[in-house]
């Protein structure tokens, strides 16, 4: 069957077209995004605003018809912390169910974190032994740990790129005494949560998902995504403290030329950093090796084994 999967993220709206089918790898056909940023939409009141709204819903719009172009047979739409977080949002999600007639679900911490772990495992099987994931998106940071297809553990924590870079970098570059307070912030928030990873066991394989990781694996030597999914890609706690003060003294035009650094995600690569360098740290990890699948490709997934279950009952 052909699925579109619409991720409403904290930095991107994404509709992934997919050909799916139990017992396959889903065989991603065709990809449309917009940056719509929606953590930097949040009003002092921490509602989305009417100019968030409005974007939003265009960009749900659009993809219906991309999607029926590309005839999928069927559209799973979710939403994560931008508007998970918001004052406002069940009006944001009524106002795009009835200008599109599509409903948007609301994804909680906690199942983005058991999705995307289920991505995960499925990727690289059983033979990797109890895993540890890691996820920074642009409004949280997720944390997983398991031996089986559901995590033991799974933690959401507002220490998404996006919210930070939002509240913190106001000019070209932050200030010493910034980063340091923002350094100590995230720290402080992950050590708090980390007894609960460290209990569950030593993992037998760390891994890293989504577009921060990616970009930073890069810049530290990682493969392109040109050379395809299949290749190995790590990034090291070394490499990534080597780079951070370049990253702290470049201004974002010369953060916008690093190889993997998107123009839409400059001001995030920098707090990114400082959450990925925070994780490794903690947990001590020497490094996260990189994998391509995510949380859609694990609702993709969830999607599939239900069917699965279904068609076994009839």
Known sequence: MRLGVLDIGSNTGHLLVVDAHGGAAPLPAFSYKQPLRLAEHLDETGAVSQVGIEALTSFVRESIQVAEDKGCSEMLGFATSAVRDAVNTDDVLATVGERTGVRLTVLDGEDEARLTFLAVRRWFGWSAGRLAVFDIGGGSLELATGCDEAPDVARSLPLGAARLA????????????????????IRADIARDAGHLIRAGVPDKAVATSKTFRSLARICGAAPSGDGPLVHRVLPLTGLRNRLPHLIAMSRLQLAALPGVSTSRVHQILPGALVAEACMDIFNLPALEICPWALRE???LERLDRLSVLRTHD
């Not at 939002?166 to 912030?185: H, T």
Request: charged share 40%; hydrophobic share 30%; no cysteine.
């Open 166 to 185: 939002q509240q913190v970098f106001s000019g070209e570059r932050p200030e010493e005494e910034v980063l340091r307070e923002l350094r100590r912030q």
């Open 298 to 300: 694990g609702v993709i």
